[in-house]
């Protein structure tokens, strides 16, 4: 009995070392990274098997009140919230509102071209519909309080930059057609769509529509740096980004939604499969992405990954749906990128793994 309580103890010990030897690489990794320790800086977490084994916070939440970063502090995601926007195309499919393989014109009958576009090329960034965000007009925009039809009528009569499914290339007015698209077929806000259908069911109770008026506790405020200063960032309408990039959440929450969706709480297995699916180009070619995740491989394995970037923000999101490990970096400086940091964590997850 002793020898075995002795050999459950060094096991106990074993893990506890490496634990901690796992510690000590990440933030050998994030401290260079966030270095100022005065400045903005970000939360990360890595999660196994649904739970959190690692959670750090760096610099700071708000420079002018010099209050520093938590783990519960709230960032806006950027395009990370595309993900968010595919589920929800993907549950009104299984409703039967929809199919991924509908032409836009079903539900925009006055959309140019909009007979030969598909929600399924929105979603995977082949309709070849002009990219908003990349038009030198879109300043005349950034501040104005657009309905989602003013958004879309903002890019609709553009030319097109190639006949749908002819290549791959990331879009976020596909994804503003797509929130457009909602609206019309539920008759309510994308934002309260989201609200109810996804935050409320997950449980994801500190997460939201962006809004820089409303009071909202353990915000991260947003930074920029101009040459050599930090200065808050530059300020835009959320109806802009809309559902492309306007949401708002934490580390708990996000590991929330991807625990969510592990568990199928939102749709049946064979339709949250189809978000997770390469598809192919009209010449056959595979693209990379499926519905709002980029499906890639980290030391040849495979991975679902996604980054976000919005005025004063940088997000990167790395999941390993073989292992179900999960690492999610989140910044308040578009200074400071997590996208290779995260990913360099997933490669010593993995190595770790192995061993």
Known sequence: MKKNTLTFLLFLLQLFASAQKLDRKIDSLLSNVFAD????????MVA????????????????????????????????????????????????????????????IPDYPNGNNITIHQLLNHTSGVKDFTKMKSIAQIAQQNLSPKELVGFFRDEPIDFKPGEKFEYNNSGYAVLGYIIELITQETYENFIQKNIFEKAGMSNSRYANDVAIIQNR???????????????????????????????????????????????????????????SKLNNGEVVNYGYG??????????TREHGGSIFGFKTMGVYFPNQDIYILGLSNCDCNSPTQVTRDIAKILIENSKN
Do not use: C, R
Request: proline share 4%; hydrophobic share 40%.
């Open 48 to 107: 196994k098997a649904g739970k959190p084994i690692y959670q750090k916070a760096f610099g700071k939440a708000n420079l002018e009140l010099n209050v520093n970063m938590n783990t519960s502090n709230l960032f806006q995601l950027g395009s990370i919230t595309k993900q968010f926007t595919a589920i929800a195309i993907l549950m009104l499919e299984e409703k039967g509102k929809l199919s991924v393989s509908d032409p836009i014109s079903k539900f």
């Open 220 to 278: 991260a405020y947003g930074y920029q740096k101009k040459s050599s200063q930090y200065v808050n960032k530059t300020k835009i309408s959320f109806s802009i980004p809309y559902a492309s990039g306007a949401l708002m959440s934490t580390l708990e929450d996000m590991l929330k939604w991807q625990n969510a969706l592990n568990q199928n709480l939102f749709l049946k297995s064979n339709s949250v499969k189809k978000a997770f699916t390469k």
């Open 293 to 302: 995740w980029h499906l890639l491989s980290i030391n040849n394995i495979p």
């Open 37 to 44: 320790k005065n400045g903005p800086g970000g939360a990360f």
